[in-house]
């Protein structure tokens, strides 16, 4: 039987959502999805187990009632939950055709009561009877769903690496998330956020960690993922994760979400931390502490401090309770929950920083205890919901900090270091980097980071706006009077940018000619601006400098091949990245060309994109690899919803690149009679006398439209077969070469991409230079003067004196 592939299991998780969607919006069908396929991997893991144990009763001579006996006994099922019949997927799919959501209702519910410990109030509140609106879900929409999620068994064995559901499930956490806008940043803060925060807390095997706003309980998660990618995967089961939710249905997800991670340890309560926070000590009733806390608490939240419990907590004071100000409530509650040594890192609207009153009174009191550790501003829109810019407080057990961070706090102005996205930003891998290696380092950076006293800050008022300590704005553009008077480029404008220049080894010598008083020109060989980034990427100076760099990832990736190649039996998956990282930022930066937040980010964002087919490597082999690959495309391709073109894949452009040329013709040529229609249409709906297509012009392009459809269905079903012919060519060594080399390949793309963004940032210097200085006043007075004189003789011409 074929493994499930991540990408597979996603699409499938998605296509069963597009069955619900329109009918109701995502924040409130998301409870029946998870609900379902919940039941359908409990059933499936389930029912493995009673198979085995009915053979081995059966093995011992037993009859096949007393098999059943004690196959149906909840004692064998220790690691397992016990399904009862009316829970189980045979049930649900054969017998349950009337009255549906009933039916389900009664197997979550059965489900729950069997496994009452582990289970008690996760699934109580999905109700497939509940009416939103006026909409209710009937038995045929059940039935189809229910049959949906028939299509793909749901065990371990199944799965092309052991986390694929796992992963699959915050998959479609992030997508209700997206769907469901401002609703979704009360179960979801982006992964890429999660990852720097814990990257700057570093959790280590044996602490405990918390998250008192634990949401769908990513912190959590992927805190374990932390150790397990620094000290190992046994390493990363000695790890107590704790957590608390006031939301019900939000704390249900985050229970899910740890089961599908195989986290069956970690304690997670429901309930309002402010009021009433949940983790005590058995024996004392006192606070549990923890080595590491993280959370994004919901921002701008009023409070009551009627019934709260352990006021304790509360020692730098009591933030308005109107207003909308708990914020530093919440992070007063992380720091009391801190144990000797340990560390937290919470997610803060900018307004903490610097309102005055009783919150300037808290701030105060973090650093007069000397807990506050960084401040780091973070880049605007990173969040479902809220366009509020954020920032992430630092903070240390009170009095505990190193020796070289004390009576200080590191201010990071980081809000510039994203990718912009279509409707939200994002951290890439190199942005995490710079921003966790500033913080490790503790150290002024001009324009990015600065380490401040807490002298400074009690005289600023206990003031913490980021601008003020750390200023990233760019300097003004410098304009020199005389180049604009006269022409020329300024020397010394030249100069400073001699470090990005003498990064790529470009010498501007190369495009300028020397002139006196510090002033060059453009040389003879520049006379249009379009000649600047062609004379830049031609310089024998970078054409250098780019082929030591890449000699010296050719010597890397030779030196560092065999890691990947033993993967498959040393399983060390991490092992490998940690080495990575590390090897490949020694083998690169002393070429020069790219700093070290860049070449780290390379590494670290190439892992990223291949860090489930590194898992699938890890678990089943090159082949293994090359049969995800496969069936991901075949997916994709009878995916009939899929608007992109599987045969985009890496491994289709390798083995069938005339497939690939043939159906991109064929789309060329569809997208070009789209346009012809669309225009057409628009045309008559202006209705301003342009003659049109006529009626038997637009039939024929309709009719060509059809049989080019046709055409890429055909050759795409003959692509799945050429295609799988190929596989079954490929034997264990064609695999290991081919992955590897693909591997490879993205790896060069990735660095090529910052190579060839550091070029362009060269040639744009020079090009700033001719936009601002090759016209000179004195020229365009020359040119204005021969004008006039033209035209006065012109006019003379005419007759006119």
Known sequence: MAKLTLSQLERHLFAAADILRGKMDASEFKEYIFGMLFLKRSSDEFQKRYTEIMAEQRDRGRSEAEAKKRAENPDYYQDLFFVPEQSRWAFIRDKLHDNVADGLNRALHALEEENHNALGGVLQHIDFNRQVGRARLNDRQLRALIDHFNKHRLRNEDFEFPDLLGDAYQYLIAQFADSAGKKGGEFYTPSAVVRLMVRLVKPASGMRVYDPCVGSGGMLIQSRQYIEETEGVDAARNLALYGQDSNGGVWSI??????????????????????????????????????????????????????????????YGWAPEGGKKADLMFAQHMLAAL?????????MPHGVLFRGGAEKDIRAGFIKDDALDAVIGLPPNLFYGTGIPACILVMRYPGDKPAGRKGKALFINADAEYHAGRAQNYLHPEHIEKIAGAYEAFADIPGYAAVVTHEELAANDYNLNIRRYADNAPPPEPHDVRAHLVGGVPRAEIDAKADLFAAHGFDPARVFTEQEDGYVRFGPHIDARDAIKPAVESDAGVKAQEARLWEAFNVWWKAQTGRLRSLPETGSLYAVRDAYLHSFEAALRPVGLLDRFKVAGVIAGWWDAMRYDLKTLAASGFDGVIDSWVASLRAALEDENDKTNPLEHKLARRLLPGDLAKVAQREARMAEIDAALAEDAERDAEDEGDEGLSAEAIKALKSEQRDLKRAVKKLESEALDRLDAARAGLSLEDCAALVLDLARADLRAELDRYVTAHRQQAAAAVENWWDKYRVALRDLEAERGAAAAKLGEYLRGLGYE
């Not at 144990?339 to 997610?347: F, I, L, N």
């Open 339 to 347: 144990r000797s040594g340990g560390v937290m890192a919470t997610v």
């Open 254 to 315: 985050c229970k899910m979400n740890m089961i599908f991670h195989g986290i069956l340890s970690a304690d997670i309560q429901n309930g309002d931390t402010l009021v009433d926070p949940m983790h005590r000590d058995e024996h004392t009733n006192e606070l549990l502490h923890f080595d590491r806390v993280l959370s994004n608490p919901p921002f701008s939240q009023n409070y009551s401090r009627d019934g709260m419990q352990h006021p304790e907590r509360f020692r």
